[in-house]
């Protein structure tokens, strides 16, 4: 089937993800060849996916996991120990 | 570990929660937008976990227990600041269409030294919608497969597959021209002009 610009977008979560069957992988991968709107929609949709996804852009604050371990601690002064409950 | 706490090593806990301190930090903050609270929100998740350590049951991830408790911790906040929110969302919306251009280059992953494009990145994620943003942070930032992003949200695999599908346009549709006019084409520099 020939794609269209429009249906090759609604494809590009699947494409990324390798979940199209073969038959529309194949003729959205045919369209790519000849659309250099298409591939860049696709190449930059999949840097900024690895680019997001990098631990520098989301960080820890400084000082989180000794504030989280010491309130914890005082919690667990006052929580009783837990127990392993029956299930229903 | 989890056995050892409840046979009342509670020490152990510390030891048992160290690898998850951060997916549950990144999913409160995505929810809440907002460093201090979003600890906050992670500080009480884990008080919440400890508490309710017996009800664990094994056949779950414990990874995934945590976050679905920090996705409840951080709901609850939102709800009390803003009583109208939903968290549903019309999944037959028409389709997002994304920025179309000629001349993407790829944008290489040193430039995440950068505050700017670190800001940029963050800004974008947060203008989400909510119901996208939980989708995509499960899926892209903690990595969990599309069956358990479904069980957790309590949503179908089909919403799942939709709702990441436009939040990865939207954030092409809004990064990719950001991100193209905020690195440098070249890196040559000429010291001696």
Redesign the interface.
């Known amino acids: 089937m020939v794609l269209n610009c ?1 249906h090759v ?2 494809y ?3 494409y ?1 993800d390798n ?1 199209l069957d073969t038959q529309t992988r194949a003729d959205v991968e045919k369209h790519l060849e000849h659309c ?2 298409c591939s ?2 696709l ?3 999949r ?8 631990d ?3 960080e ?2 400084l000082g ?2 000794e ?3 010491s ?3 005082e ?2 002064l006052e ?1 009783p ?5 029956e ?1 229903s | 570990m989890i056995a050892e ?2 046979a ?1 090593r ?1 020490e152990v ?2 030891d048992l ?2 690898p998850h ?2 997916s549950v ?2 999913m409160a ?2 929810l809440l937008r907002n ?1 201090a609270e979003a ?1 906050d929100a ?2 009480e998740t ?2 919440k976990a ?6 664990f ?1 094994s056949e779950s991830r414990f990874s995934t227990w945590l976050i679905a408790i920090v996705l409840n911790e951080a709901r609850g906040r939102l709800r009390r600041k803003q009583p109208g929110l939903t968290d549903s969302i019309d999944d037959t919306e028409g ?10 280059r ?2 290489p ?1 040193d ?3 950068r505050n700017e ?2 800001t940029l ?2 800004s ?2 947060d203008t989400l919608p909510l119901p996208y943003r939980e989708v995509f942070v499960l899926r ?2 903690e990595e969990r497969n599309i069956q358990e992003t479904a069980e957790t949200l309590g949503i179908t695999v089909a919403s799942v ?1 939709m709702r ?2 436009r939040a ?2 939207m ?2 549709k809004q ?2 021209p950001q ?1 193209i006019a905020a690195t440098p084409k070249s890196r040559r520099r000429f010291p001696w002009f």
């Not at chain 2, 389709?95 to 993407?104: G, I, S």
Request: aromatic share 8%; net charge neutral.
């Open positions: 429009r977008w609604d590009i979560s699947g990324l979940t250099e709107i860049a929609v190449d930059s949709t840097n900024v996916l690895i680019l997001t996804a990098d520098r852009v989301f820890l604050p989180y996991s504030r989280l371990h309130r914890l601690t919690a667990m929580i120990p837990p127990e392993e409950e299930s | 706490v409840l009342g509670t806990f510390h929660i160290r301190e951060r930090y990144l903050l995505s460093e600890e992670a500080q884990f008080i400890y508490r309710n350590l017996g009800r049951r389709p997002v269409t994304p920025a179309q251009l000629t001349d993407w790829e944008i992953s430039s995440l030294e494009v670190r990145i963050r974008a994620v892209e930032l597959k990441l599908h990865r346009l954030l092409q990064l990719a991100l």
